[in-house]
């Protein structure tokens, strides 16, 4: 499959997202699927991930982040391993493309932010999680994580959180 072909599938299910705010957690197997979408003002923001277990403890994930914002549309994919150290602490380990499409020509950056992350996570509870991450930056882009323009970054580190309802 030629790499032309594998954004546009990434792109197609980004896009493919619902316009209201919705959480679905759908298990059909092994399989485990969960999306997440909320409209602010002049902004949209989508989030899937899909699972699948290798171990008891040790799970493969695919995530995809798709925002709008006024001036420019933002996709950031990764996959990569998600390691339980105990019932409610993990670590989460795997690379990251980050593209952004300009609103204005209507045109998505030719050379996207590619990056390692690495995330220490721990489930307060069922519908409540907080993750410290990293990210690294691996190529060579003038605009750093998040869309960051002004202050291109090759390493962020951040603290957050994630409350589903």
């Known amino acids: 499959?030629?790499?032309?072909?594998?954004?546009?599938?990434?792109?197609?299910?980004?896009?493919?997202?619902?316009?209201?705010?919705?959480?679905?957690?759908?298990?059909?197997s092994k399989l485990e699927f969960e999306n997440i979408t909320y409209p602010l003002e002049y902004?949209?923001?989508?989030?899937?991930?899909?699972g699948y277990p290798l171990t008891n403890s040790l799970d493969l994930e695919f995530q995809n982040h798709f925002d709008t914002y006024a001036l420019e549309d933002r996709l950031?994919?990764?996959?990569?391993?998600?390691?339980?150290?105990s019932d409610k602490i993990y670590f989460?380990?795997?690379?990251?493309?980050?593209?952004?499409k300009d609103k204005f020509t209507n045109m998505w950056n030719t050379r996207p932010r590619s990056s390692i992350n690495g995330i220490l996570g721990y489930d307060v509870k069922r519908n409540f999680l907080i993750e410290a991450k990293g990210n690294i930056?691996?190529?060579d882009t003038n605009w750093?994580?998040?869309?960051?323009?002004?202050?291109?970054?090759?390493?962020?580190?951040?603290?957050?959180g994630k409350w589903k309802f």
Request: charged fraction near 20%.
């Open 1 to 28: 499959m030629s790499n032309g072909r594998i954004i546009f599938f990434f792109i197609f299910l980004a896009v493919s997202k619902i316009n209201c705010q919705v959480k679905e957690v759908q298990s059909s």
């Open 43 to 50: 902004e949209k923001h989508s989030y899937f991930r899909v």
């Open 76 to 85: 950031r994919t990764s996959i990569g391993l998600k390691q339980y150290i």
């Open 92 to 100: 989460f380990g795997g690379i990251e493309m980050e593209f952004a």
């Open 137 to 139: 930056q691996l190529n």
């Open 144 to 160: 750093g994580p998040y869309g960051e323009l002004l202050v291109p970054m090759k390493e962020v580190y951040s603290l957050g």
